[in-house]
């Protein structure tokens, strides 16, 4: 018999986030999981299927709300009815910090992905980072872009619902997998990587 995950089962919602985002991906909310991969359906065809340019659709589309909202105005002062409900279209500052952090962690986060290959001279952390990389661009080349991100959408509609039905199989599963890896890494690390001669730090100094 298989050697079972030791770590106890995590709730998925509470992965998510457990909010709004949590039920959409979960179809807790299936109106809204409906809409989402509908509307992705739909961008998806028209843009890469059907051949419609983007830059055109946007504009019509624009076209067409500046349009209606126009004569909405305008008849609504004429037939004294209320104007068109517009919300506050303005950045919170709070969504600005936010978005600031997260560019900062994200920025710093490269910033220490670059010192370790380049100060460092972390063999083991550029190989890693080289494979990721190439395996980044083998499937950027096999999809176009919007193509990728519907692929993106579609699974996360449908890897965390089936994750969180069938967690216990799919755990084990992941942990032979995990053990297989770890063992056949150790085995190149110990004939290869070990042997591979490093290169001196050339007198600069290592930054903690």
């Not at 709730?11 to 509307?39: F, I, K, N, P, Y």
């Not at 900062?104 to 990389?133: G, P």
């Not at 890897?159 to 085995?187: A, G, N, S, W």
Request: hydrophobic content about 50%; glycine content about 4%; proline content about 4%.
């Amino acid at each position: 018999m298989a050697d079972s995950n030791p770590t106890p089962r995590i709730s998925v919602h509470q992965a998510l986030g457990g909010g709004t985002v949590a039920d959409v991906l979960l179809w807790r909310e299936w109106c809204s999981g409906v809409v989402m991969l509908t509307l992705s359906t739909m961008v998806w065809y028209l843009f890469e299927r059907a051949g419609y340019n983007f830059l055109s659709f946007m504009a019509n589309v624009l076209s067409l709300l500046v349009a209606i909202l126009f004569f909405w105005a305008k008849s609504a002062s004429l037939l004294n009815r209320s104007l068109p409900p517009l919300p506050n279209l303005e950045i919170s500052e709070n969504t600005v910090v936010i978005i600031t952090d997260e560019l900062h962690q994200w920025i710093n986060h490269t910033l220490s992905i670059a010192h370790n290959i380049a100060i460092a001279r972390d063999l083991k952390f550029f190989l890693k980072v080289a494979v990721s990389l190439w395996l980044v661009s083998y499937i950027g080349s096999l999809f176009e872009f919007l193509t990728l991100v519907y692929i993106g959408v579609i699974l996360s509609l449908s890897v965390p619902v089936v994750y969180d039905t069938y967690q216990h199989f799919i755990d084990e599963k992941l942990y032979v997998t995990r053990r297989f890896i770890q063992t056949q890494y150790r085995k190149i690390d110990e004939m290869v990587l070990r042997k591979l001669p490093l290169p001196s730090n050339g007198g600069y100094p290592l930054h903690s």
